[in-house]
C-alpha cells in the first residue's frame, strides 16, 4: 500500500538490539515512536512528524524512528504499555520522554531541539549538558523500588451534600478535585442513614444545630468519594529569569542560552485548603484522619482494595457491516470468552458524516470512497463492553487498525482471523482511550432520563437492596430525594391518572410515609426500568418476571414497591413538574 511505503520512508523501523544501537549513532535529534507489536506504531502522529520533517527541512539533525519494544532490550520497561511513548534521543542521548500522543507538546519539543541544534552549528551556543534519562523497569515502578522517596497514598473521605446534589453542583466539584491534583479512586451515590449521619459528624454532635443538620443529610441522594494524594512534597518546577544584564554576553563553556529549570520544594495543599481556595468547602465534608478514613472505606466501600486492583474499564466497540452480516455470533462468542462483559449493543446503520468520523484516519488511502460506502450500505453493531484493563485487552485482541499492520506485528488478532478481500483494514473497531470511548458511548448509546418512585411501605433495607438492583442494571442516579408526597406533588408524577375513580386509593398509600423521587439515566432508560419493575400485580410478577422489583418488594397492586414513567414524554413531564431546575440527559436518538 502507498500509505505503508510513506511511512517507512518517514520513520526507520528498529526491531532489535543491534539496530537500536546502531540507531544511536545518529547525529542531531532522534524522535522515538516505541511501540508494542500488538498494536504497532502510533498512526495519529505521523501527519505531524510528516509536517515537521517537510517545514524543518533539517534531515541531518533531524531523524524519526519507530522502534518494538517487545524485541529490544533496552526498552523493556515499556513492554505492555497502552499509552504511546515517545523518546528524544540528541547524539545517541536519551533526554527525554513524552507519554501519550500529546502532538502540541512534542512539536514544541522537536523544534526547541532542532533550533538548539541549529545555534550549535552556527556557534551561537554550546551543546548543554543534558541529563540522560533512566528507564525504569514497571514491577520495580509498581513495588516502589525505584522511587528514592515514600510515595504512599493518603486517602480522604469527602461527602458531597445532598443539597449540593440537587442543585447539580456535583461535577463542578468533582472537576475541581481533580484539576488540583487529587484523584477520585471510588465513588458511590446513596442516601445515608441516620446512624451513618452521626458517625461521620460526630465531631460536631454537641453543636446546637445538630439534631435539625441530620434530617437534611438523610432525605437526599449524596456523593461519597474515596480522594488520594501522593504523601510527599510536590516538585514545584519554576524557569528561571535571564537577567538583562548577561543576557547578551557570550556562554561559558558550562552555559548555554537554554534556561535551565530550578527545582523548588513546595509542600502541596491540603484537600480542605484546596476546596477552600475553589470556593466548594460549604458544599462538602471530609474526613482525613486516617483511623477514621479506613473505618468509613469499610462501611462505603467494602470492596475498595479489589476495586482499586482490577481497573474495570469501559470501552465503546463496533462490528463493521460486512462483519456483522456474516460472523457477528463468532466474535460475541469471543468476546464473551474473553472475560468481556456486553453492558448494552444496538444496531445502527451509519450517516456518511458518522462514517467518515470514525475511518478519519484512512482518509488518505485510495479505498476510502469504498470504505465509506461500505460503512453506510447496512447495519453495523455498537457495543459497550467492560473488563479489567478493558481498553489494552480490546487493543491487543483486535489487532492493528489495517490489515497489512496485523500481518506484521499481529497475526493472530482477530483483525486477521476476520479479514475480507474486499477491504484491507480490521473489520473490528475501538476506542483510541478511555476518554474518547465516553464520548463515544454518549453519542451511540445517548442517556435518556426516566421518573421513579420507591413507595412508602418499602423499608430502608429494602430501599437500599432495590437501589444496588438499579445500580447493577447500569442506571445513573441523577437525583434522589425523600419526600413524602402531598396532592399537589402527588399530581405531578401521577398526572396521567388523576381524574381516575382510584385515584384517591393513590394519594391515601402514598400519604402513609415519604417516598422516595427519583430521576434515573441510561439508554432507553423507559423501556428498561418498566422491564426492571416487572408487571403492575406482584403476584403476576411473581410468575412472568421473578427476579424484578415488583415480584420481590411488592405487596398488592397498590402496594407493588415502584411505580415508573410510561413512555420518554411522560417521564420528562413528570421530572420537569417535580424538579423544576433539572436539565434532562440527552434524549435525542441517533
Not at 474473553?338 to 470514525?358: C, D, H, N, P
Not at 400519604?511 to 400485580?537: F, H, I
Request: hydrophobic letters at 40%; aromatic letters at 8%.
Amino acid at each position: 500500500m502507498a500509505g505503508k511505503k510513506r511511512e517507512v520512508q518517514l520513520q526507520a523501523v528498529i526491531n532489535n538490539q543491534s539496530l537500536w544501537d546502531e540507531m544511536l549513532q545518529n547525529k542531531g535529534l532522534t524522535v522515538i515512536d516505541v511501540y508494542q507489536a500488538w498494536c504497532g506504531p502510533c498512526k495519529a502522529m505521523q501527519t505531524l512528524f510528516r509536517k515537521l520533517k517537510n517545514e524543518l527541512n533539517e534531515d541531518e539533525i533531524l531523524h524519526f524512528v519507530v522502534a518494538e519494544a517487545d524485541n529490544i532490550v533496552t526498552l523493556q520497561p515499556f513492554r505492555d504499555k497502552c499509552e504511546p511513548i515517545f523518546l528524544f534521543s540528541v547524539n545517541g542521548k536519551i533526554i527525554a520522554k513524552i507519554e501519550g500522543a500529546n502532538a502540541p507538546l512534542v512539536n514544541k519539543k522537536i523544534v526547541n531541539l532542532i533550533n538548539e541544534e541549529r545555534k550549535i552549528a552556527a556557534g551561537k551556543m554550546v551543546r548543554p549538558q543534558y541529563h540522560e534519562i533512566a528507564f525504569v523497569d514497571s514491577d520495580a515502578e509498581d513495588t516502589g523500588e525505584a522511587s528514592n522517596e515514600n510515595v504512599d497514598k493518603l486517602y480522604n473521605i469527602v461527602i458531597i451534600k445532598p443539597e449540593a446534589v440537587i442543585t447539580g453542583k456535583t461535577i463542578e466539584i468533582k472537576e475541581k478535585i481533580t484539576y488540583g491534583g487529587f484523584v477520585i479512586e471510588a465513588e458511590d451515590k446513596r442516601v445515608l442513614t441516620e446512624k451513618q449521619v452521626r458517625d461521620f459528624y460526630s465531631q460536631i454532635a454537641d453543636q446546637p444545630e445538630f439534631e435539625d443538620f441530620v434530617p437534611s443529610m438523610t432525605n437526599g441522594l449524596s456523593h461519597i468519594l474515596v480522594i488520594s494524594q501522593v504523601n510527599k512534597q510536590e516538585p514545584l518546577w519554576k524557569e528561571t529569569v535571564p537577567n538583562p544584564e548577561t543576557e547578551h554576553k557570550e556562554p561559558s563553556e558550562d552555559q548555554h542560552e537554554m534556561a535551565t529549570p530550578t527545582m523548588m520544594k513546595k509542600k502541596r495543599d491540603s484537600l480542605q485548603e484546596h476546596l477552600e481556595r475553589q470556593d466548594i468547602s460549604q458544599f462538602c465534608d471530609i474526613e482525613e484522619n486516617v483511623d477514621n478514613v479506613n473505618k468509613f472505606i469499610d462501611i462505603f466501600f467494602p470492596d475498595f482494595k479489589s476495586m482499586t486492583s482490577a481497573k474495570l474499564e469501559r470501552i465503546l466497540a463496533l462490528l463493521r457491516p460486512d462483519l456483522f452480516q456474516e460472523k457477528a455470533e463468532d466474535v460475541l462468542n469471543i468476546i464473551q470468552v474473553e472475560g468481556f462483559e456486553i453492558l448494552m449493543q444496538r444496531q445502527i446503520v451509519l450517516s456518511k458524516e458518522e462514517a467518515q468520523t470514525l475511518c478519519k484516519e484512512f482518509e488518505n488511502e485510495d479505498y476510502f470512497g469504498n470504505l465509506i460506502e461500505n460503512m453506510t450500505s447496512g447495519p453495523a453493531l455498537a457495543l459497550v463492553l467492560l473488563r479489567e484493563n478493558g481498553l489494552q485487552h480490546w487493543k491487543k485482541l483486535i489487532g492493528p487498525s489495517t490489515v497489512e499492520e496485523a500481518k506484521d506485528y499481529l497475526p493472530e488478532s482477530l483483525c486477521i482471523q476476520f479479514a475480507t478481500e474486499s477491504l484491507p483494514i480490521n473489520q473490528l473497531y475501538g476506542s483510541d482511550s478511555l476518554e474518547v470511548a465516553e464520548r463515544e458511548i454518549q453519542y451511540f448509546f445517548p442517556p435518556e432520563s426516566t421518573l421513579v418512585l420507591i413507595k412508602p411501605h418499602v423499608t430502608h433495607e429494602q430501599r437500599e437492596e432495590i437501589v444496588n438492583l438499579i445500580k447493577k442494571a447500569g442506571f445513573d442516579i441523577i437525583l434522589l430525594k425523600e419526600m413524602l408526597l402531598t396532592k399537589e406533588q402527588a399530581d405531578k408524577i401521577y398526572f396521567k391518572i388523576v381524574k381516575k375513580d382510584f385515584y384517591k386509593d393513590v394519594l391515601e398509600m402514598l400519604s402513609e410515609g415519604p417516598s422516595w423521587v427519583m430521576v434515573l439515566s441510561k439508554w432507553n432508560a423507559v423501556s428498561e426500568w418498566r422491564r426492571l419493575m416487572g408487571p403492575t400485580d406482584p403476584e403476576e410478577a411473581k410468575l412472568l418476571s421473578p427476579d424484578s422489583i415488583r415480584a420481590r418488594f411488592g405487596r398488592n397492586v397498590l402496594r407493588n414497591a415502584v411505580h415508573g414513567s410510561s413512555t420518554s414524554y411522560e417521564a420528562m413531564e413528570a421530572i420537569n413538574k417535580t424538579f423544576e431546575d433539572f436539565v434532562p440527559a440527552n434524549t435525542e436518538a441517533n
